[in-house]
């Protein structure tokens, strides 16, 4: 069955380190998505890619960076992990329709629990 | 800009219906998601609407007012299992990307 996975589940890290998180689906899908979830503020999104080569800045892209080399790959890296980037992060993957089909569903991974030092 | 509001607790008893409302002001709106979180896991997709009206599925059933900026999610025969955060997402026609709510917390109690 197709899925998408990410790696660690978990992470601890000290401030200042480089940390990098895996996210890897099987759908074939064009659209890779990270997002962080914190308390009171809800999923906000990091970056994004619509396919390979492909990277956008989401609303809280500072400090993080994205690369896509294949199409089922999205590693997100922490370039000096901070404490204000503690926080679930989650990995989302969709297809790409045309604009006249609409948006299509969304489908996340498990998330991976970071703590910052 | 966009905004989304949803409230942050409610509470029901099991066997009962609950509603969750969520509105939204975005510009180019296109569609709008639910999506359910139990704690510690991520979210799933739970219903889509992009036309007006009421879309059923099986105890749960979305609903979407594009004029009024409003959808709700209503939930039938409360289940202990149904204890969980509800996302409500909206889309735009110029993105693939999903804007999220902060979420509603629900509690179901024997």
């Known amino acids: 069955d197709a899925e998408i996975t990410q790696s660690p589940r978990h992470k601890i890290t000290e401030t200042g380190r480089q940390v990098t998180l895996a996210c890897h689906q099987t759908?074939?899908?064009?659209?890779m998505f990270w997002y962080r979830q914190d308390l009171g503020h809800g999923l906000r999104l990091i970056h994004y890619?619509?396919?390979?080569?492909?990277?956008n800045k989401g609303e809280v892209s500072d400090g993080y960076s994205v690369s896509r080399s294949n199409t089922e790959d999205l590693p997100l890296t922490l370039e000096s992990a901070a404490s204000s980037q503690t926080s679930v992060y989650f990995c989302?993957?969709?297809?790409?329709?045309?604009?006249?089909?609409?948006?299509?569903?969304?489908?996340f991974g498990p998330g991976t629990r970071l703590t910052v030092l | 800009g966009q905004n989304i509001d949803q409230p942050t607790e409610m509470t029901a008893t099991e066997g009962a219906i609950v509603q969750i409302n969520c509105t939204y002001q975005?510009?180019?709106?296109?569609?709008l998601f639910w999506y359910q979180q139990h704690a510690g896991e991520a979210p799933t997709f739970l219903s889509y609407?992009?036309?007006?009206g009421l879309e059923e599925k099986g105890r749960f059933s979305s609903f979407l007012s594009r004029s009024k900026g409003y959808s709700y999610l209503l939930l039938k025969e409360l289940q202990m299992k149904d204890s969980a955060s509800y996302l409500c997402?909206?889309?735009?026609?110029?993105?693939?990307?999903?804007?999220f709510g902060t979420g509603t917390r629900l509690q179901v109690f024997p």
């Open positions: 989302a993957s969709s297809d790409r329709k045309g604009r006249e089909y609409g948006t299509d569903t969304q489908y």
């Open positions: 759908w074939n899908h064009n659209n």
């Open positions: 890619s619509y396919g390979v080569q492909d990277t």
């Open positions: 975005t510009s180019g709106f296109n569609g």
């Open positions: 609407n992009v036309l007006d």
């Open positions: 997402a909206v889309s735009s026609y110029n993105t693939d990307k999903l804007i």
